[in-house]
Protein backbone atom coordinates (compact mmCIF):
# COMPACT_ATOMS: atom_id res chain seq x y z
CA UNK A 1 0.00 0.00 0.00
CA UNK A 2 1.22 3.74 -0.96
CA UNK A 3 -1.13 5.36 1.36
CA UNK A 4 -3.24 4.26 4.37
CA UNK A 5 -4.75 6.25 6.36
CA UNK A 6 -6.96 5.33 9.29
CA UNK A 7 -9.48 7.32 11.29
CA UNK A 8 -10.70 6.26 14.86
CA UNK A 9 -14.66 6.24 15.21
CA UNK A 10 -15.29 7.74 18.94
CA UNK A 11 -17.91 6.18 21.55
CA UNK A 12 -21.83 7.15 20.74
CA UNK A 13 -20.97 7.73 17.27
CA UNK A 14 -21.80 5.44 14.19
CA UNK A 15 -20.34 5.39 11.15
CA UNK A 16 -21.52 2.99 8.40
CA UNK A 17 -20.51 2.75 4.39
CA UNK A 18 -23.35 2.04 1.85
CA UNK A 19 -22.38 1.46 -1.86
CA UNK A 20 -20.18 4.45 -1.72
CA UNK A 21 -22.47 6.78 0.57
CA UNK A 22 -20.55 7.12 4.34
CA UNK A 23 -22.65 7.58 6.78
CA UNK A 24 -22.05 9.25 10.48
CA UNK A 25 -24.35 9.45 12.93
CA UNK A 26 -23.94 10.93 16.45
CA UNK A 27 -25.92 13.58 18.91
CA UNK A 28 -26.20 16.32 16.87
CA UNK A 29 -27.73 14.46 13.48
CA UNK A 30 -26.98 12.56 10.77
CA UNK A 31 -24.19 13.39 7.83
CA UNK A 32 -23.75 11.67 4.85
CA UNK A 33 -21.16 11.92 1.79
CA UNK A 34 -20.08 9.92 -1.17
CA UNK A 35 -16.95 8.80 -1.10
CA UNK A 36 -15.96 7.29 -4.29
CA UNK A 37 -12.87 8.17 -6.38
CA UNK A 38 -11.26 5.88 -8.55
CA UNK A 39 -7.90 3.78 -7.51
CA UNK A 40 -9.05 4.81 -3.38
CA UNK A 41 -10.52 2.18 -1.13
CA UNK A 42 -12.42 3.08 1.77
CA UNK A 43 -13.90 0.48 4.39
CA UNK A 44 -15.56 1.27 7.60
CA UNK A 45 -15.92 -1.24 10.57
CA UNK A 46 -17.37 -0.87 14.16
CA UNK A 47 -14.10 1.52 15.37
CA UNK A 48 -12.29 2.55 12.43
CA UNK A 49 -12.82 4.24 8.92
CA UNK A 50 -9.65 3.25 6.99
CA UNK A 51 -8.76 5.07 3.80
CA UNK A 52 -6.25 3.27 1.39
CA UNK A 53 -4.76 3.15 -2.22
CA UNK A 54 -2.02 1.13 -4.54
CA UNK A 55 -1.25 4.09 -6.60
CA UNK A 56 1.89 5.51 -5.93
CA UNK A 57 0.73 9.27 -8.05
CA UNK A 58 0.48 12.60 -6.12
CA UNK A 59 -3.11 13.04 -7.10
CA UNK A 60 -4.48 9.94 -5.87
CA UNK A 61 -2.51 9.62 -2.61
CA UNK A 62 -3.37 13.47 -1.91
CA UNK A 63 -7.31 12.40 -1.98
CA UNK A 64 -6.38 9.94 0.52
CA UNK A 65 -5.77 12.44 2.99
CA UNK A 66 -8.53 14.34 1.56
CA UNK A 67 -11.08 12.12 2.34
CA UNK A 68 -9.43 11.71 5.99
CA UNK A 69 -10.30 15.13 6.55
CA UNK A 70 -13.37 15.19 5.58
CA UNK A 71 -14.70 11.87 7.27
CA UNK A 72 -12.82 13.73 10.81
CA UNK A 73 -14.94 16.69 10.24
CA UNK A 74 -17.90 14.68 9.87
CA UNK A 75 -17.50 13.30 12.71
CA UNK A 76 -16.66 16.44 14.56
CA UNK A 77 -19.96 17.90 12.93
CA UNK A 78 -22.03 15.57 14.69
CA UNK A 79 -20.49 15.71 18.34
CA UNK A 80 -19.65 19.34 18.44
CA UNK A 81 -20.82 20.88 15.62
CA UNK A 82 -19.17 24.19 13.75
CA UNK A 83 -19.70 27.74 14.80
CA UNK A 84 -18.44 31.19 12.93
CA UNK A 85 -18.93 34.35 14.23
CA UNK A 86 -18.69 37.39 11.73
CA UNK A 87 -18.61 40.73 12.54
CA UNK A 88 -20.12 43.87 10.97
CA UNK A 89 -18.07 46.92 10.40
CA UNK A 90 -19.42 49.78 8.87
CA UNK A 91 -17.99 53.76 9.40
CA UNK A 92 -20.13 55.31 6.79
CA UNK A 93 -23.90 53.67 7.18
CA UNK A 94 -25.57 51.49 10.13
CA UNK A 95 -26.23 48.40 8.14
CA UNK A 96 -29.33 46.62 9.19
CA UNK A 97 -29.63 42.65 8.99
CA UNK A 98 -32.78 40.97 9.16
CA UNK A 99 -32.82 36.99 8.74
CA UNK A 100 -35.71 36.33 6.32
CA UNK A 101 -35.99 32.59 6.10
CA UNK A 102 -33.01 31.19 4.69
CA UNK A 103 -31.55 34.77 3.36
CA UNK A 104 -30.02 37.50 5.24
CA UNK A 105 -31.02 40.88 4.14
CA UNK A 106 -28.49 43.15 4.28
CA UNK A 107 -29.79 46.83 4.32
CA UNK A 108 -28.69 50.63 4.04
CA UNK A 109 -25.33 48.97 3.07
CA UNK A 110 -23.19 52.01 2.04
CA UNK A 111 -26.20 53.86 1.84
CA UNK A 112 -27.62 51.76 -1.02
CA UNK A 113 -31.66 52.03 -1.31
CA UNK A 114 -32.12 48.22 -2.94
CA UNK A 115 -31.16 45.63 0.05
CA UNK A 116 -28.75 42.85 -0.53
CA UNK A 117 -29.31 39.33 0.09
CA UNK A 118 -27.29 36.33 1.15
CA UNK A 119 -28.14 32.76 1.18
CA UNK A 120 -27.90 30.81 4.34
CA UNK A 121 -27.78 27.25 3.58
CA UNK A 122 -29.92 24.46 4.23
CA UNK A 123 -28.81 22.74 7.91
CA UNK A 124 -26.99 26.24 9.04
CA UNK A 125 -28.57 28.06 12.03
CA UNK A 126 -27.73 31.71 11.46
CA UNK A 127 -28.58 34.89 14.48
CA UNK A 128 -28.31 38.46 14.09
CA UNK A 129 -27.16 40.18 17.41
CA UNK A 130 -25.84 43.92 17.98
CA UNK A 131 -23.06 43.85 14.87
CA UNK A 132 -22.62 39.96 14.73
CA UNK A 133 -23.73 37.24 12.91
CA UNK A 134 -23.62 33.58 14.11
CA UNK A 135 -23.72 30.54 11.91
CA UNK A 136 -24.16 27.27 13.47
CA UNK A 137 -24.18 23.69 12.17
CA UNK A 138 -23.12 20.20 11.91
CA UNK A 139 -21.92 20.30 8.39
CA UNK A 140 -18.66 22.37 8.15
CA UNK A 141 -19.45 22.74 4.22
CA UNK A 142 -22.24 24.61 4.68
CA UNK A 143 -21.66 26.74 7.46
CA UNK A 144 -18.22 27.60 5.38
CA UNK A 145 -20.23 28.45 2.28
CA UNK A 146 -23.01 30.45 4.21
CA UNK A 147 -20.53 32.51 5.73
CA UNK A 148 -18.82 33.15 2.55
CA UNK A 149 -22.04 34.14 0.73
CA UNK A 150 -22.63 37.04 3.77
CA UNK A 151 -18.87 37.71 3.04
CA UNK A 152 -19.35 38.09 -0.77
CA UNK A 153 -22.88 39.91 -0.84
CA UNK A 154 -21.09 43.27 0.91
CA UNK A 155 -18.21 43.25 -1.59
CA UNK A 156 -17.42 46.44 -2.38
CA UNK A 157 -17.13 47.25 -6.15
CA UNK A 158 -15.89 51.20 -7.99
CA UNK A 159 -14.57 52.50 -4.91
CA UNK A 160 -11.43 53.05 -2.83
CA UNK A 161 -11.18 49.44 -0.30
CA UNK A 162 -8.62 51.13 1.71
CA UNK A 163 -11.22 54.32 2.90
CA UNK A 164 -14.42 51.79 2.28
CA UNK A 165 -14.30 49.30 4.47
CA UNK A 166 -17.48 48.51 5.49
CA UNK A 167 -18.92 44.50 5.24
CA UNK A 168 -19.56 41.68 6.99
CA UNK A 169 -16.01 40.02 8.21
CA UNK A 170 -14.90 36.31 9.43
CA UNK A 171 -13.94 37.04 12.49
CA UNK A 172 -13.64 33.69 14.53
CA UNK A 173 -13.65 30.02 13.21
CA UNK A 174 -14.31 26.92 15.39
Known amino acids: MSAVRKVTIPKGITAQLDGMQLRVKG ?25 ATESKRKEIVAMVGTLEAHTKNMI ?4 DGFEYRMKVVYSHFPIQLKLQGNKLEIANFLGEK ?30 GTSAANIEHATHIRDRDPRVFQDGIYMIQRG
Open 27 to 51: PKGQLSRNVHFPQVAVTCDENEVTI
Open 76 to 79: RGVT
Open 114 to 143: KARFARIETGVTAKVANDEVVLTGIDRELV
